[in-house]
């Protein structure tokens, strides 16, 4: 059958199972909006108040659904808007197609209006990217790009469509999904386009060693990274973990890879890590890491990181291994094959006296009761407390994104959705939304501080217009607190530029501006009356929750310092 450009693009994206895009309209991505207007009761778009919040939503519907996300955007500012988003999928591993139109094939390398070369601006922050000029090659891009940014190490792939081929008519031949890799052509685009297409064969022999090394170990420390969560990893990892009775240290992105309050997880490793997870890493005699790059927010200080123990690394991606730190073994392969491959091999074990010495040390940092303000601590075991077990978490990026992981027990892949790596401010509500469109069924919660929600408080426009019942809680405390944080303990205090005090807005009235519901709260009685009225009222909720200025994120170590340094314990 012949169809527009446009119309293949809307039967590719159903081929995929695509239910929901985000995205935001303009003039050269026009004949796609108005092929998916006559498609609007197969797939649900979302119009988001900025092009950066519809990354960030197609991003964290992925991140929680384990789907690919969908993005639209139109060219030139349009396309420009998606670049921070794109960048936080890229480094968190996040598979998300974006899909942007830019002028007809006369107008470009021009300076048209609103053109820019945006394939050249994403390469560096995408798996792959592509540029279609020609209608008939629509379809076996759009394929290649799901088929891309799924497979092997996840991550964002970028179609860029001149507005000529999205109107002009080629032949289509539906090709069901499970189809797509026996075609000659889509495979041989695949494998020319991406190094990550296919996870890599494990070494059977790599097993083996690393078993034997297991086997000799008295002092084992498995971490357990964000390629356990992308990976879906996390039933083989628990019973890896308990089958070698090994301490579980858990990085950022590797929260809900094994569960926070199993009684063999640590907590969180490095700059911000428990005192048990960085002492149990200075002194174990075997290090296993499953997906994790050793950034330098966990591997501080790489020449000087478990320095009594044999280091192994096992990753997907091959040009992780001995970026960061040298390893002495390492496995490249995806982490639920070699996972369950090694529970083949394994022998059980019992580490109970280098248990015992690694949970004599905290696994959770304790705060004060408060006075006029809330801590932390309390904040987070009254949300606890009193919402679902399930409920899934963004954050934006600051102080309240370590309090964050350090106090809640994250269940399941999925349910912390954060800018691990790319660090992005303004992650947070945008990703609640992609979570909650993606899992309607479950309670969806943004933790942000004042001044991330500043970022992207304009995404409340689409909590409102779509009804979203996402609760807001703003840890505030007048002040870019992460960035204070640092001025207090290395700058002598010099708090140049980060005081937020006396500037507006006042976040409630914001919320209610757009129809939502909200409230200040200085103590534990008034967040918990806060909290039972939001997830009464059926809508969006902002809890403005007043914390101390110069509470600190507890422990340090600092940049660039060994793993047990403690600048603040």
Not at 36 to 42: G, I, N, P, Q, V
Not at 315 to 336: C, L, P, Q, S, Y
Not at 391 to 407: E, F, L, N, R, S
Not at 546 to 556: F, N, T
């Amino acid at each position: 059958m012949k169809l527009t450009g446009a119309q293949i693009l809307m039967e590719c994206l159903l081929e995929q199972e695509v239910d929901t895009i985000f995205g935001y309209p303009g003039g050269t991505i026009l004949n796609v909006y108005d092929a998916l207007y006559r498609y609007s009761d197969k797939i649900k778009h979302v119009l988001t108040a900025h092009e950066q919040g519809a990354a960030h939503a197609a991003d964290g519907y992925a991140r929680s659904t384990g789907k690919v996300g969908v993005c639209f955007a139109t060219s030139g500012p349009g396309a420009t808007n998606l670049t921070t988003g794109i960048a936080t999928a890229h480094m968190d591993s996040s598979p998300v197609v974006f899909i942007s139109c830019n002028v007809p094939r006369g107008l470009i390398g021009k300076d048209s209006f609103q053109e820019v070369d945006i394939t050249g601006i994403t390469m560096p922050i995408t798996k792959c990217n592509y540029i279609v000029d020609d209608v008939t090659k629509l379809a076996d891009t759009v394929r290649a790009a799901f088929a891309i940014a799924k497979s092997g190490r996840p991550g964002p792939v970028f179609i860029d469509i001149l507005k000529d081929a999205t109107g002009a008519k080629c032949e289509f031949e539906p090709l069901p999904r499970d189809q797509h890799y026996s075609q000659g052509k889509l495979g041989s685009m695949m494998r020319r386009s991406s190094q990550n297409f296919k996870a890599p064969e494990v070494n059977v022999k790599d097993i083996e060693t690393l078993a034997e090394m297991i086997k000799k170990s008295e002092k084992p420390l498995l971490i357990c990274g964000g390629g356990v969560v992308r990976g879906r990893a996390h039933k083989e990892f628990l019973e890896f973990a308990e089958k070698i009775d090994s301490p579980v240290a858990i990085t950022l992105m590797g929260a809900g890879g094994i569960c926070g309050r199993n009684p063999l997880a640590t907590g969180m490793i490095g700059m911000h890590g428990t005192q048990a997870s960085n002492m149990a890493c200075d002194a174990c005699d075997l290090l296993i890491s499953v997906g994790c790059r050793f950034s330098d927010r966990v591997a501080l200080a790489p020449k000087t990181f478990a320095k009594q123990a044999k280091v192994v690394q096992i990753d997907i991606d091959r040009a992780e291994i001995n970026k960061n730190v040298k390893t002495d073994h390492h496995i490249v392969g995806d982490a639920k094959r070699v996972l369950a491959m090694l529970n083949e091999m394994v022998e059980p074990a019992d580490h109970s006296e280098w248990k015992k010495y690694v949970f004599s040390f905290k696994t959770e940092t304790e705060y004060d009761e408060g006075g006029e303000t809330l801590t932390p601590k309390q904040i987070l075991t009254s949300i606890a407390k009193l919402l679902p077990q399930n409920t899934v978490v963004a954050t934006d990026v600051g102080q309240h994104q370590m309090w964050a992981i350090q106090h809640f027990r994250f269940d399941y892949p999925g349910q912390l959705l954060t800018s691990g790596g790319f660090g992005t401010m303004g992650f947070g509500l945008g990703a609640a939304i992609g979570a909650k469109m993606g899992n309607p069924d479950k309670t969806v919660i943004h933790i942000t501080g004042d001044g991330s929600f500043r970022m992207n408080c304009n995404e409340l426009a689409t909590v409102q217009d779509y009804g979203v019942p996402i609760i807001t809680f703003v840890f505030n405390n007048n002040t870019l607190g992460m960035v204070r944080q640092w001025q207090t303990l290395i700058y002598d205090k010099r708090y140049s530029e980060t005081t937020l005090k006396h500037r507006g807005p006042d976040f409630v009235a914001l919320a209610k501006s757009y129809g939502l519901g909200g409230a200040h709260v200085t103590n534990v009685a008034e967040l918990e009356a806060a909290i039972h009225e939001a997830m009464a009222c059926g809508h969006g909720y902002v809890i403005d929750c007043a914390i101390d200025m110069d509470e600190k994120v507890r422990p340090m170590v600092g940049g660039g310092s060994h793993i047990t340094d403690f600048m603040l314990s």
